[in-house]
């Protein structure tokens, strides 16, 4: 192994989690976060070609542990704060054995699991908006339809008719629009995935924090 690789591994062997907490810490940065980021980084799916164009996955799905022993009623409150952030009482039981919750609505699926694990609490968080785009994709193909039927109707007769060149400026006005509010409605529908996910982690790892504090 040469020096310079060595060099390069170095700083992976001798920071551990506390050590980069303490580093965050000195330079302002709220070492929560970086304890919340290390936790959900291996959960993290790999991003797709949607999710580098417009900052989001339409679906992800989440994996990260809370460092509490899962009891029924810790179960039965994290079921009550899974309805709560999501204002539905969706589909869930709770258990001794773990809690599941899952929802559809506002054409958002989600899908929250919680079970025991040799470190704490195992949770699975699923978020899938991609049943929000069935009807853009499907009002997109009509749209461009009805731009080159009136784009055709309203088509001048010949080189010296003034109205020749209006099929042009419709088609082209036309198809903007559609590419824009499609390009909108896949932009709101990443936001939405984002922040969904953002609010169900933030809500369950601060009942974790909660329980450590108590």
Known sequence: MSPESASNET???NLSLQDIKSIASEVGIDPDLIERAADLVPG???P?????LFGGPLSTHVGFNLPVHLTQEGAQQLLSLARATLLTQGSGEATNTGMSFSSFEGWQRVFISAHPDADGTRIQVVVDNRSRLILPIVLAPVGTVLVIAVAVALGGTGPDDPSTGLPWF?????F???AALLWRSLKKTVQRTLSTLDDLVEVLTSYARRKDAN
């Open 170 to 174: 419709i088609l082209g006005g036309g």
């Open 44 to 46: 993290v799916s790999r």
């Open 48 to 52: 797709t070609l949607i999710g580098r």
């Open 11 to 13: 700083p992976s062997r």
């Open 176 to 178: 903007t629009t559609i």
